[in-house]
């Protein structure tokens, strides 16, 4: 699976759009890239995932490069509850095969401040 | 069915004493996971069942540690002779075979060993 370089830690004012970056430069043809959060002493939460495409929904967007290399998951308005570590993880969605672990990273700490 | 639910939320136990940890997944999930996460870290794998069956384990998994999912409903972790590494957050997840990649993961059992 390809590996994923993340910033560290981030901040954002409430109510921005907060951007956080993801490269994935050895990203194979048939990997995905998902992203999840976790906000402290809880187990981590699915944001979104994508192969080529900009995804939406309710929580994020997730715009990823044509060329496919990196990414970046947009919170559009944060919030307060927004305040997390977000991890990019790079992984092939195929169901074929027993390998279904997800390698994760240390992820981006996002701080929102009011 | 609200989620993953993982019980204990705490354990606190002497180093040498052995634990159990359950996990009950989302019902229509046939797939679980068990992950473990250190203080500053992303979530490392550590076994993987469909249905009844282990189809993956990690080697980070010591001869200590034994999961089982019986009836392929409800899952167990077991940790024999615990030991101060063993100090951790121990991460219970489901995923739905249609679904990739996308995982409910529940809230975590914090093991505090003394």
């Known amino acids: 699976d390809a590996k994923t370089t993340q910033p560290p830690s981030m901040d954002c004012a409430e109510g921005r759009a907060a951007n956080l970056p993801c490269n994935h430069s050895?990203?194979?043809?048939?990997?995905?890239v998902y992203w999840y959060r976790q906000i402290h002493s809880q187990g981590p939460q699915y944001i979104i995932h994508g192969l080529k495409n900009n995804e939406t929904n309710e929580m994020a967007s997730l715009i990823i490069t044509e060329d496919r290399k990196s990414s970046t998951l947009i919170l559009p308005h944060a919030t307060l509850r927004d305040t997390a570590v977000y991890y990019c993880?790079?992984?092939?969605?195929?169901?074929?095969?027993?390998?279904?672990?997800?390698?994760w990273g240390l992820g981006t700490s996002l701080a929102v401040n009011p | 069915d609200t989620g993953v639910s993982q019980d204990p939320r705490h354990k606190i136990t002497k180093r040498g004493q052995n634990v159990t940890f359950r996990c009950d997944p989302i019902?229509?999930?046939?797939?679980l996971y068990w992950y473990r996460q250190t203080l500053g870290q992303g979530p490392e794998f550590l076994t993987y069942?469909?249905?009844?069956?282990?189809?993956?384990k990690s080697r980070l998994l010591s001869d200590r540690f034994s999961a089982e999912r019986p009836k392929g409903s409800f899952s167990t972790l077991e940790i024999q002779r615990t030991e101060q590494g063993d100090s951790a957050m121990y991460l219970c997840?489901?995923?739905?075979?249609?679904?990739?990649?996308?995982?409910?993961f529940g809230s975590g059992t914090r093991l505090t060993v003394v």
């Open positions: 050895t990203i194979s043809g048939n990997e995905y």
């Open positions: 019902s229509e999930h046939n797939r």
């Open positions: 997840a489901s995923s739905h075979p249609g679904q990739g990649m996308v995982y409910t």
């Open positions: 993880i790079v992984r092939a969605s195929a169901n074929a095969g027993n390998n279904r672990k997800l390698i």
């Open positions: 069942f469909q249905n009844e069956a282990q189809l993956e």
